[in-house]
T-cell receptor, first 114, second 114 residues
Framework: SQKIEQNSEALNIQEGKTATLTCNYT??????LQWYRQDPGRGPVFLLL?????KEKRKERLKVTFDTTLKQSLFHITASQPADSATYLC?????????????FGAGTRLAVHP | DAGVIQSPRHEVTEMGQEVTLRCKPI?????LFWYRQTMMRGLELLIY????????DSGMPEDRFSAKMPNASFSTLKIQPSEPRDSAVYFC????????????FGPGTRLTVT
């Protein structure tokens, strides 16, 4: 069955540095991948979508890459701030069927320290 | 728009009782999703609807769970009878289109079954 792996350990970084989060998957060929942010006690919030034919996507301080050969996506936050502290979830989108049935990873908790 | 609305936000009930969770999706969204989130299993899709019709309920854990969407602005997830292992945060989400679209999550209902 398909499997998604995100850094299980929390990622602690210093303010101003670049945070890099990893999403690896096996036994699946997603047509697209989405990243969400989740704060404690709240629902996930959509950040970025990247399709299989796109190598990289940017939005302000966020950058996502998608390597279908390595079966991996990297999520970068540049010039990180304490307000970026949250759990980040990756989600794989289906190749066919026309339905937005996402498969979510367990998430990586990011803590940005002043 | 107020976003996806869920009620109640917290529910504490005793084993064997019936529990009903409610969701109002964003107006105009054709897709509605019910998820369950636990520390052990992460965010799991239970069921989703398209234009009020259930499309895929393969994630519903067992017959104790049922979901309905009587109209475009309301959905319920019912657990009868509830068990302690049903304790989790239940999220409702909606999306405008099918393929590749971002999902908008509600604040969730934290269910505790004692």
């Amino acid at each position: 069955s398909q499997k998604i792996e995100q850094n299980s350990e929390a990622l602690n970084i210093q303010e101003g540095k670049t945070a890099t989060l990893t999403c690896n998957y096996t036994n699946y060929s997603p047509a697209y991948l989405q990243w969400y942010r989740q704060d404690p006690g709240r629902g996930p919030v959509f950040l970025l979508l990247i399709r299989e034919n796109e190598k990289e996507k940017r939005k302000e301080r966020l950058k996502v890459t998608f390597d279908t050969t390595l079966k991996q996506s990297l999520f970068h936050i540049t010039a990180s701030q304490p307000a970026d502290s949250a759990t980040y979830l990756c989600a794989l989108g289906p190749r066919s069927g026309g339905y937005n049935k996402l498969i979510f990873g367990a998430g990586t908790r990011l803590a940005v320290h002043p | 728009d107020a976003g996806v609305i869920q009620s109640p936000r917290h529910e504490v009930t005793e084993m064997g009782q019936e529990v009903t969770l409610r969701c109002k999706p964003i107006s105009g969204h054709d897709y509605l999703f019910w998820y369950r989130q636990t520390m052990m299993r992460g965010l799991e899709l239970l069921i989703y609807f398209n234009n009020n019709v259930p499309i895929d309920d393969s994630g519903m854990p067992e017959d104790r769970f049922s979901a309905k969407m009587p109209n475009a602005s309301f959905s319920t997830l019912k657990i009868q009878p509830s068990e302690p292992r049903d304790s989790a945060v239940y999220f409702c989400a909606s999306s405008l289109r099918a393929y590749g679209d971002e999902q908008y999550f509600g604040p969730g209902t934290r269910l505790t079954v004692t």
